[in-house]
């Protein structure tokens, strides 16, 4: 991803036409998706010692868990940069997936752990998620309203914010009983070998959801994406579509957030990387791109951290090295554009 | 036709349009001039839509651009603000394709290409059609975004600053196919222009501001007067008749 290789494959581009760029996309489309399905039966199968049926039972639990937070991720953060105009701020980077966290620990601090383990998850996860909506808001509203502002500016201010909901979140723990502190433990630092069956189900149906409510949308942000002015002088509700959009957001952070914990450079790495590849805007094909190599990513991720290094690090370290990376490359390299 | 009718506009206590009423004849381009800060992008943003105004309406062929749904809207009346900073990467292709959206709404049809390939013709984008935008140059880019403008098919076309960053030769070339646009495609062209000489060379109507509000307006060959231009500018300006064209001279 050096310079001298992007613009040899911009020179390279420029000589297709738009049917061999429509050939090309679809071929790494399936390249993506051969890839996938190779890493996700190795997942399935390497080293299963003693019963199949159970192995496989636990592993597929693990697996629907990948699939539905690669999903959400993929698709919340190609959303979320297609309504705020860049390519480097994704929610997690602006604080979001810290701000559920927060929201949990102050949930168990004021009403008690107990009140919040018994109440029914789908409220639970219903009234964090109108808390996240709102912040999402007032964010949007604050940040990327009217005026262009440096992106740099917003990268301090993410940084800014997420350090200081996670200081927030651990003032709070600190405060709270030992023993539900236990408990909240046990709600926030789930990872994938220990997802909670009605949970996952809860939230595949939602991920599910909202990914169909948004492809309806998919045209109008394909034009979103040119800017606001743009977007309202091709006849766009530009306001409208990005309200839409940042639910769906919202929503889809929430999931991915309270299932697994946070994971914060996914996104940015599954999302530019898929724009790259695919070499389009178009978001049907970049949100499945996205989505694919998301699932490889945390796939393969997870089989590097058994294999390799059995078990002695975790997936969000392998994925958030690897995404971080990325993350300082986009912002050297965004000057330039 | 465009009716501004008695448009304010406010930033922060500063009145920025100030009770501006003008109609905008169809046909023909029409230019907005006047100094820095004189209120002409403004107009041209209420009117098109891209900012709401404080007070007054302004009416597209009789559809109040507020309240009209902006799909219609945009089959009728288009618009290239100055600033154009993408961050997708784009063809020439796909953004002039992207002009048939109100029509189509994403899915071209075989009549949306023709009009497509009709428009890249039109502005001599033909050999450049797929190359991305940030390979051309800055008078290529504006020439892809005003043939996007001009594919959206709308009687009504309003550009800011259309001639920003081109130099002499392209900006030349950019007035030929505006006014091309205007006399045998029978567009209405509103244009907001720095250059008075290139305003009075290419338009038929001159409309001119200070300070927010409106000084002037009407043919061109009547306001290229040198107590008009002192009025608008605060400068004096000798103008000249040239070739069969008045051309002002403010180095006097």
Redesign the interface.
């Known amino acids: 991803m050096t310079e001298l290789a992007r613009s040899r494959r911009?020179?390279g581009?420029?000589?297709?036409?738009?049917p061999q760029?429509a050939t090309r996309r679809r071929r790494t489309l399936v390249v993506l998706g051969v890839l996938t399905a190779v890493a996700v039966a190795a997942f399935l199968t390497v080293d299963v010692t003693g019963s199949w049926d159970y192995a496989l039972q636990q592993r597929g639990r693990r697996l629907a868990a990948m699939a539905v937070v690669a999903v959400a991720v993929a698709v919340s953060t190609v959303l979320f940069?297609t309504v705020t105009?860049?390519?480097i701020l994704t929610p997690e980077i602006m604080g979001f997936d810290r701000l559920f966290v927060l929201i949990q620990t102050v949930g168990v601090f004021v009403l008690g752990a107990a009140t919040v383990t018994t109440t029914d998850p789908r409220l639970r996860f219903a009234i964090e998620v109108v808390v996240l909506i709102g912040f999402g808001a007032v964010l949007y509203r604050s940040l990327f309203g009217r005026t262009e502002r440096d992106v740099y500016v917003l990268v301090l201010l993410g940084v800014v914010l997420g350090s200081t909901f996670t200081s927030l979140t651990l003032l709070v723990s600190r405060l709270i009983d030992p023993n539900e502190f236990l408990t909240l433990q046990d709600l926030l630092f789930a990872s994938f070998n220990s997802v909670d069956r009605q949970m996952l189900a809860l939230s595949a149906v939602l991920v599910a959801l909202v990914t169909a409510g948004v492809w309806r949308l998919?045209?109008?942000l394909?034009?979103v994406?040119?800017?606001?002015?743009?977007a309202?002088?091709?006849?766009?509700?530009h306001r409208r579509v990005v309200n839409q959009a940042l639910l769906a957001v919202a929503v889809l952070v929430a999931v991915a957030t309270a299932l697994v914990g946070p994971i914060t450079f996914l996104g940015l790495l599954v999302a530019n990387l898929a724009?790259q590849l695919l070499g389009t805007?178009r978001h049907a094909w970049v949100l499945p791109g996205a989505a694919l190599l998301g699932l490889l990513a945390l796939v393969g991720g997870q089989l590097v951290l058994e294999q390799v290094f059995g078990f002695n690090s975790s997936l969000s370290v392998v994925v958030n090295f690897v995404g971080g990376i990325v993350f300082i490359a986009l912002l050297i390299r965004q000057p330039r554009? | 036709m465009i009716e501004i009718e008695s448009v304010s506009k406010s930033y922060g206590g500063v009145r920025v349009l100030d009770d501006v009423s003008l109609t905008i004849p169809t046909g023909g381009i029409t230019s907005l001039i006047g100094a820095n800060g004189a209120g002409k992008s403004t107009l041209l943003s209420v009117a098109a839509r891209l900012l709401p105004a404080d007070s007054g309406r302004v009416r597209v062929d009789g559809m109040d651009v507020a309240t009209t749904p902006g799909p219609v809207l945009a089959r009728r009346l288009a618009v290239l603000r100055q600033e154009n900073a993408m961050s997708v990467r784009l063809t020439v292709r796909e953004l002039v394709a992207f002009g048939r959206f109100p029509h189509s709404g994403g899915r071209l049809t075989p009549e949306d290409h023709r009009l497509v390939d009709e428009a890249m013709a039109w502005f001599e984008l033909g050999p450049l059609a797929d190359r991305h935008l940030d390979q051309l140059s800055g008078g290529q880019r504006q020439r892809a975004y005003v043939a996007m403008v001009m594919c959206q098919g709308t009687d009504h076309v309003l550009l800011d600053e259309p001639l920003n960053n081109l130099d002499m030769r392209h900006a030349v070339q950019m007035m030929r196919m505006l006014r091309g646009m205007a006399d045998e495609l029978g567009r209405t062209v509103v244009l907001v222009v720095h250059d008075v000489n290139v305003a009075s060379c290419y338009s038929d109507r001159i409309v001119a501001m200070r300070e927010g509000q409106l000084v002037a307006e009407g043919p061109t060959s009547e306001l290229m007067t040198p107590e008009l231009l002192r009025k608008v500018f605060d400068v004096e300006v000798e103008v000249h008749e040239l070739a069969g064209r008045r051309i002002g001279v403010p180095w006097s």
């Open positions: 911009g020179q581009a420029a000589a297709l036409t738009a760029r940069q105009n860049n390519r998919l045209p109008r394909d034009v994406a040119l800017g606001r002015d743009t309202i002088g091709l006849g766009v509700d724009r805007h554009q």
